[in-house]
C-alpha cells in the first residue's frame, strides 16, 4: 500500500469538552496513531442521548452541547448522537449505534475509502464495528479492555452479540493476558487474539521528591490515592474502610461516579471524612503530581483488564496495593511493585501497614513498568492493523 493506511477508529469513550479526562487512554493511544506519516485516522465516538423528556436531564446537558465534529487535541472527531434506552438497553445498543453512524461513515468512506476498522472497546463497539465494516466491505479489529468482556458476557443477548462481532473480526487485542485467557474461556479463538498492552508516558509520570510533594498538599502522614471512576465494581468503599485502621493517613479518590454520594457517607460515618479527599475528575498532568506524591496507589477492583493507574503509579514511583483481577500479576512481579490481595478490608490493611513500615525505593518500583510505552503500544497496533487491511 503505497498511501497511508486509512483507518477509522470507532470508540464510545473518548475525552470531550465536558469531560476532557474520559477515556484518556483511548486518546492517547489514537494519537500516537495518528502521529504516524503513515496512517491517516477518523475517529468516530457515538453520544448516547435518551429521548425526551429524559435527554433534558441535567446530565445529558453538556452531551447535547458537544459538536458534532471537532478536531480534539489535534485529531479528526466526529460525534453523532445515538438513542441511548438507560439501563434496560444494553442488548440494542450496538444496532441502534450502528444505524446512527452509518450515514456519516458512508459518507465519508465514499470521500476516502477507509481501510479498517478499529473498535476501541468489545461492547458495544465490536458489534457495532461489524455492522459498519459489513456495509463498507472493509475489515475490523476489536480491543478488549476488561468491563467491556467481565461485565456484558454476563448478559445473554450481549453476550450473543460478542462471540458473534469476535468470530467475524480479522484480529482481536486484549490488554492483558489474563484478559485474552478470559475472551478464550467465553468461547474465542485463542490464536486471533494478541496481547496489546497499554502504552505509558514515561516523560509525564516520573517519581518526584515524596516528602516535598505531600507538604505542597498539607499532608504530613501517609498519603493513599485510589484512581478510577466511583462506581462499584472499583471498591473504593474497602479503601475508606480501611483509612480507619490507618491512623493519620489520608486518601485521595481521584475520580466521580454515581457511589459519589454513597462513599461521602461512609466516609462520614467512620468519622475519616476530614481524611478523604474527593477529588473528582482530575486532569492528566494533575494526576500524574497527585499520584507521585502518594505513597501508595489503591484499587482492588471486582473486575479489571490492566488498568492505566496501575501502570501509571508505578511509573511514578508509587506502589499498588491492587485485586487479584486481570493482568494483575503482569505487573507486580516482585514485592517493590506493592502487593495483590483479596478484596477485603484487613487484606488492604495489612498489605498497607506492610508498604509502608518498608517502602521500596521509588526508581525500583518504576524499572517494573519501563517495558511500556505509548511508542510500542503504537508500533504494535499499526502492525496489526496493516495486517488485517492486507488480509481483506
Known amino acids: 500500500m503505497n ?15 465536558s469531560s476532557p479526562s474520559f477515556g484518556i487512554f483511548v486518546e492517547r493511544q489514537t494519537a500516537e496513531l495518528a502521529s504516524r506519516p503513515e496512517t491517516r485516522v477518523t475517529v468516530i465516538n457515538p453520544v448516547g442521548i435518551p429521548i425526551w423528556p429524559l435527554s433534558r436531564h441535567k446530565q445529558y446537558q453538556p452531551l447535547r452541547a458537544l459538536p458534532a465534529h471537532e478536531t480534539w487535541h489535534g485529531l479528526d472527531v466526529y460525534r453523532p448522537r445515538f438513542r441511548l434506552i438507560p439501563k434496560i438497553g444494553g442488548a440494542s445498543n450496538p444496532q441502534r449505534i450502528a444505524n446512527a453512524i452509518l450515514p456519516l461513515a458512508k459518507k465519508l468512506h465514499r470521500q476516502m475509502p477507509f481501510d479498517v476498522i478499529d473498535a476501541e472497546f468489545f461492547y458495544p463497539d465490536g458489534p457495532a464495528a461489524m455492522r459498519l465494516a459489513e456495509a463498507l466491505d472493509i475489515p475490523f479489529t476489536i480491543k478488549a479492555r476488561g468491563a467491556d468482556i467481565h461485565h456484558w458476557s454476563s448478559d445473554r443477548a450481549c453476550r450473543d452479540q460478542i462471540l458473534q462481532a469476535a468470530e467475524n473480526a480479522s484480529r482481536l487485542l486484549a490488554v492483558s493476558e489474563a484478559l485474552k485467557q478470559d475472551m478464550v474461556a467465553l468461547g474465542m479463538e485463542e490464536s486471533r487474539i494478541a496481547v496489546h498492552y497499554t502504552g505509558l508516558d514515561q516523560e509525564r509520570f516520573v517519581p518526584v521528591d515524596r516528602a516535598a510533594a505531600k507538604r505542597a498538599l498539607g499532608v504530613e502522614g501517609p498519603l493513599l490515592i485510589s484512581t478510577g471512576a466511583l462506581i462499584s465494581r472499583k471498591n473504593q468503599d474497602l479503601v475508606i474502610w480501611a483509612l480507619a485502621s490507618l491512623p493519620d493517613a489520608v486518601l485521595m479518590l481521584a475520580g466521580r461516579g454515581e457511589a459519589e454520594q454513597r462513599y461521602r457517607s461512609l466516609a462520614s460515618e467512620l468519622g475519616v471524612a476530614e481524611r478523604v479527599r474527593f477529588l473528582g475528575s482530575v486532569a492528566h498532568d494533575e494526576l500524574a503530581q497527585l499520584t507521585a506524591a502518594a505513597d501508595i496507589a489503591i484499587l482492588v477492583s471486582k473486575s479489571e483488564g490492566l488498568a492505566n493507574a496501575w501502570v501509571e503509579a508505578l511509573a511514578c514511583g508509587t506502589p499498588v496495593i491492587i485485586s487479584e483481577a486481570g493482568g494483575a500479576r503482569e505487573l507486580v512481579t516482585s514485592p517493590d511493585a506493592g502487593r495483590i490481595v483479596d478484596q477485603t478490608v484487613e487484606a488492604i490493611v495489612e498489605a498497607a501497614k506492610a ?14 513498568v519501563s517495558r511500556f510505552s505509548w511508542k510500542a503500544n503504537g508500533d504494535q497496533l499499526l502492525a496489526i492493523l496493516r495486517q488485517a487491511a492486507t488480509k481483506s
Not at 355 to 368: F, G, I, K, N
Open 3 to 17: 498511501r497511508p493506511l486509512n483507518i477509522l477508529t470507532l470508540s464510545t469513550l473518548f475525552p470531550n469538552g
Open 355 to 368: 508498604v509502608l513500615a518498608d517502602p521500596p525505593e521509588q526508581e525500583a518500583v518504576r524499572s517494573s
